[in-house]
């Protein structure tokens, strides 16, 4: 018999649009949990007559719920590069842009401009890059800095068929190489125990989905 003591998986929560009865060509993300269960929707508010570009508005706010969701799930320690995640390592790359070797004079100045335009806020300079990535990025068309990039496709990865379609390119080749390590060691565990199911009538629900989210 397998006895299986904890078991983690994902669970997929969509937001709640809130629709006000305005005119505009601004959305803002209201909250991205309600309260401090974090499998609750998060909230979005955009007129409803809007005049800009609705896609645009629509990665904007996921970009921005990223920021938001891995700051709620990361804690006190957000910001520590120690403990990797999208937030503490995109916060460090902004930090230290100036000292970073890897980084030429040119480059540096774009950062510096691109901050600038943010307001110096590193969430909206994230939400910058974000939409840089999904817009342009995942169609091939190179709009980033590699560091960036990297940090972006560590945490935010592109779906399967748009990985499929950039494992060539010189710029996703190895990232994808990569992730693809990751996802096999994720997954070893979770083949393991639909093998010792096997006999079961039934595997939970639960361990199919995250094997179907893992490999997506």
């Known amino acids: 018999d397998l006895k299986i003591n904890q078991f983690s998986y994902s ?10 009865p305005t005119v505009g060509s601004r959305a ?12 609750t929707p998060g909230r979005m508010i955009a007129p409803l007559f809007y005049f800009e570009d609705l896609d645009d508005c629509i990665t904007s706010l996921t970009g921005s719920f990223r ?20 937030t503490s390592k995109y916060n460090d790359y902004l930090q230290f842009y100036r000292k970073n070797r890897d980084i030429s004079p040119e480059l540096r100045e774009r950062i510096k401009q691109d901050l600038q335009r943010a307001r110096n806020n590193f969430r909206n300079m994230f939400v910058m ?5 999904i817009k342009y990025e995942s169609t091939g068309a190179q709009r980033m800095n590699k560091i960036a990039r990297d940090i972006l496709f560590e945490f935010c990865p592109f779906a399967r068929p748009i990985r499929d379609r950039m494992a060539s390119s010189p ?3 190895k990232l994808i190489e990569r ?38």
């Open 67 to 86: 920021w938001e969701m891995c700051k709620r799930e990361q804690g006190g320690r957000w910001n520590d590069v120690r403990d990797p995640s999208l």
């Open 28 to 39: 803002a993300l209201w909250q991205e949990i309600d309260g401090k269960v974090r499998t």
């Open 171 to 173: 710029q996703y080749g």
């Open 129 to 133: 890059d974000y939409m840089l990535y």
């Open 179 to 216: 992730h693809n390590l990751k996802t096999a060691t994720k997954l070893r565990p979770l083949n393991t125990i639909v093998q010792k199911l096997a006999g079961a009538e039934e595997i939970p629900s639960e361990i199919t989905e995250e094997i179907k989210f893992t490999k997506a």
């Open 11 to 20: 669970v997929e929560v969509l937001p709640i649009f809130i629709l006000m």
